[in-house]
C-alpha cells in the first residue's frame, strides 16, 4: 500500500512566522510531489510543485524535496492569517503506477 | 486558460435515488480526468480516472459508475445511493496522466438523507 503521510495538526504559529508543513511517503520510486491548499468547504488549490532534489521557491512558499529520506515540505515565510487552511501533500510516478497519492493534509492556523 | 466546470454545488438526496454528477473542461484538449471522494475531516479517495473517450479505470468497488462520452465531459452516476456516498466529490483534470499536477473543480457537496 503507497502512503502519504502528513501531521494533520493543527499546526499553530503566529502572524510574521515560518511554518513548516512536512510530508513522508512511502514508494522510493516516486518522481513528483505537489503541495495543495484547501480551504474549509472549498476544493484543493495548487500551490507548489517539485520534481528534483533540493529547494524550490515561489514567493512566500518554498518546497524542499529530499528524495533519500523520502520527505517532502512546504515553508511558509510571513505567514498571514489568510494561509490559515489545510495543505494536502501529494506524490505521483511510481507511487501506486500512474496516479497520485493524496495525504490527508496538514491544518495550519495563522494567528493575528 | 484552462477552465473546469462541475456542478451542482450541493445535492441533497433520499437513500436508494440516483445520482448524476457533471464535470466539463474548457481550453485544452484529451485532458486526463478523474473523479475523487472526500468525506469530513479526510484525505481525497481516487474514485475513477479517464485518459480518453470512453477509457475508464476503476478504483474503488462502489456502487458508482463514471462515464466519458466526449472529450472534456466527465460523468459521475449511481443507480441506488447508499448512506455511505454522503461527501464533498470532485473532478479535476491534468494535461497527462504522469508527472503533471491536477487541477480541481469547486466540488459539489452531496448529503444523502
Known amino acids: 500500500q503507497k502512503e502519504v503521510e502528513q501531521n494533520s495538526g493543527p499546526l499553530s504559529v503566529p502572524e510574521g512566522a515560518i511554518a513548516s508543513l512536512n510530508c513522508t511517503y512511502s514508494?522510493?520510486?516516486?518522481?513528483?510531489f505537489f503541495w495543495y491548499r484547501q480551504y474549509s468547504g472549498k476544493s484543493p488549490e495548487l500551490i507548489m510543485f517539485?520534481?528534483?532534489?533540493g529547494d524550490k521557491e515561489d514567493g512566500r512558499f518554498t518546497a524542499q524535496l529530499n528524495k533519500a529520506s523520502q520527505y517532502v515540505s512546504l515553508l511558509i515565510r510571513d505567514s498571514q492569517p489568510s494561509d490559515s487552511a489545510t495543505y494536502l501533500c501529494a506524490v505521483t510516478g511510481d507511487t501506486g503506477g500512474f496516479k497520485t497519492i493524496f495525504g490527508a493534509g496538514t491544518r495550519l492556523f495563522v494567528k493575528a | 486558460s484552462q477552465t473546469i466546470h462541475q456542478w451542482p454545488a450541493t445535492l441533497v438526496q433520499p437513500v436508494g435515488s440516483p445520482l448524476s454528477l457533471e464535470c466539463t473542461v474548457e481550453?485544452?484538449?484529451?485532458?486526463?480526468l478523474y473523479w475523487y471522494r472526500q468525506a469530513a475531516g479526510r484525505g481525497l479517495q481516487l474514485l475513477f480516472y479517464?485518459?480518453?473517450?470512453?477509457?475508464i479505470s476503476s478504483e474503488v468497488p462502489q456502487n458508482l459508475s463514471a462515464s466519458r462520452p466526449q472529450d472534456r465531459q466527465f460523468i459521475l452516476s449511481s443507480k441506488k445511493l447508499l448512506l455511505s456516498d454522503s461527501g464533498f466529490y470532485l473532478c479535476a483534470w491534468s494535461r497527462t496522466l504522469f508527472n503533471q499536477p491536477q487541477h480541481f473543480g469547486d466540488g459539489t457537496r452531496l448529503s444523502i438523507l
Open positions: 481550453g485544452t484538449s484529451n485532458p486526463n
Open positions: 517539485i520534481y528534483s532534489n
Open positions: 479517464s485518459v480518453g473517450i470512453g477509457q
Open positions: 514508494d522510493r520510486g516516486s518522481q513528483s
